[in-house]
């Protein structure tokens, strides 16, 4: 765990389009609440959010207000920091709200918008020139699994994904396998660790050993309390990128308190 690789696991909670404003301070008072009465140490597990746009300023002002220790973010960002795009979000405005981090590459924006490689390269590089911390989303569809094995497209993006990323920025990978987002069916512990590993010997080539090292890899797919110990007893995966189990805040809190499963 964070003792032995010095790197702190993240579980964050991707809400997808769910929950207006006033929801969303709901439940992120609530979720607040629930880890501070289980005596939940944010150093030890730090914890993120990623509401929908609409939902940042109410969910900023709150967190800001009251102290809480809970991260957000911003589930994506245009790769242009302003002009005539309408309808999307420049770095500049996530970061003016205090966003730590911004999803980029998510599957569901690789396939509904066709976000291809090269536009998910330029996210990174505006999410970096705003001094926000990517969260770079890889993974294969059933059909890449079976045509390709179960690391050479992760890997692949994941490359095309940090070209002209210097050696030593902050970022965060996460593993979603496509076809375990919302089946139901998870990866196994192993399945997820033989792409981590990979995935880090990427960054220790493309980057460098110690930014590998520092890196944070994460799971996604079908995250849930009943599993999550598994995936985090692996070395190489650092926390884990929850999706509708992360709108359940008995589910999420439990899945945050992850190290009374392991027994860590």
């Known amino acids: 765990m964070a003792g032995v690789t010095g790197r702190v696991p993240l579980i964050a909670g991707n809400w997808k389009m769910n929950l207006d404003h006033l929801q969303a301070i709901a439940f992120v008072q609530k979720l607040a609440w629930t880890l501070k009465d289980a005596g939940h140490d944010y150093r030890e597990t730090e914890v993120a959010i990623f509401p929908p746009f609409t939902d940042l300023r109410s969910v900023q002002t709150l967190i800001s207000a009251d102290k809480y220790e809970i991260e957000f973010g911003g589930q994506d960002l245009s790769q242009h920091d302003s002009g005539a795009y309408t309808g999307e979000v420049s770095g500049a405005f996530l970061a003016a709200l205090e966003s730590k981090y911004v999803l980029i590459g998510h599957s569901e924006r690789r396939s509904y918008h066709a976000e291809t490689d090269e536009v998910v390269a330029a996210k990174v590089q505006a999410a970096l020139r705003h ?12 059909e890449d699994l079976e045509a390709f094995g179960p690391s050479a497209v992760p890997v692949k993006q994941l490359r095309d994904a940090l070209a002209g990323v210097p050696a030593d920025s902050e970022i965060v990978v996460a593993y979603e396998p496509v076809w375990a987002i919302g089946s139901g069916q998870a990866a196994s512990p192993e399945q997820a660790e033989q792409v981590a590993a990979a995935l880090r010997g990427l960054l220790g080539e493309v980057l460098s050993p110690e930014t590998a090292a520092a890196t944070r890899i994460l799971y996604g797919g079908s995250v849930k309390a009943a599993n999550i110990a598994g995936f985090l007893r692996e070395p190489n995966v650092d926390g ?17 308190r992850f190290r009374k499963h392991v027994g860590a």
């Open 131 to 142: 001094k926000l911390v990517p969260i770079i989303c890889v993974g294969e569809t059933a």
């Open 240 to 256: 884990a990128l929850v999706g509708g189990a992360s709108l359940d805040l008995k589910e999420f809190s439990s899945i945050v």
